[in-house]
């Protein structure tokens, strides 16, 4: 088994690479373990570098050292290897995949990501790429994209970056045009926002789809339609907690293994943070899966499914 840390030095509110660093070669080298450090230099290098060792065949445990998107780039990098598993060494603004663990805290702890156990989590694929927490297109989407320019600011970490994102993109406008086809439905018409979700939080908190399954093949989509400004605030509470059921005339859930969305332009789609521009956006359950290892004795929640 070999050991592979793939740090991003842009993770976070400041450069932690020599801080991994030093806790990589302590923990290490102490268990004599095979293990090697790369760092990215550039966006896109977090992929390669875990598509390189996968191609080897060799059997590797990948760590992705930095928040949401450096583990986004490595599972697009991982994905369809079978030879290769993967987790989060927490080091981002947001780490929003490992909240869904009823202890997030312990992927900071090597120690603990060590003496870990594994399982298979269902993938988003969109268009070309992988998603494994959530993909969202529209206000959302320019919302969480943008967090990156406000994370590094004083004060303004996770949600707090995310907040500011809100306050900008609301003065900037909320709604946009969509088609979407879904379970055999086509809604054509503004919406505010499509966010499809695997996993259970982003957006340094937000949680809303309680419920939703990384290993149930479905997806849990939520269509939120037209509001105005003043209906943001209120909204955004209720969405942001899971409590979408509250307002059946402004968000609808579905479950589905597939959907299509159509912009009337290219427009910002929201892969875990990674930005994408897109006028057609094809979402569905890839037929690969990955292997996600965690600390032993973690679990995440499971509650029955919402009907739609």
Known sequence: MKHLFIINPAAGSRNQTEIYRKQIAQVCEKKGLDYSVQVSAAPGRCCKIARRAAETGEEYRIYACGGDGTLN????????????????????????FARMFSQPEAFRDLERLLDSEETEFDLIRCNDDYSLNICSVGFDARIGTDVANYKRLPLLHGFRAYAASVVVNTIKGVCEHYVIEINGEVIDGKQTLICACNGQFYGGGFNPVPEADPTDG???????????????????????????????????????????????????????????????????????????????????????????
């Open 73 to 96: 780039e490595v599972v697009n990098g991982a994905a369809g290897y079978p030879n290769v598993s993967v987790t989060t060494f927490a080091g981002g603004s947001g780490n929003d």
């Open 218 to 308: 479905l997806l849990d989509v939520l269509v939120v339609k037209d509001v105005s400004r003043l209906q943001v605030a209120q909204v955004v509470g209720k969405y942001k907690n899971g409590k979408y059921k509250d307002y059946p005339h402004l968000i609808r859930h579905f479950r589905t293994d597939r959907l299509k969305i159509t912009c009337d332009k290219p427009s910002p789609i929201n892969l875990d943070g990674e930005l994408r521009l897109l006028q057609e956006v094809e979402l569905s359950i890839a037929k690969e899966k990955l292997r996600f290892f965690y600390p032993k004795g973690l679990s995440w929640q499971k509650v029955p499914a919402v009907a739609k």
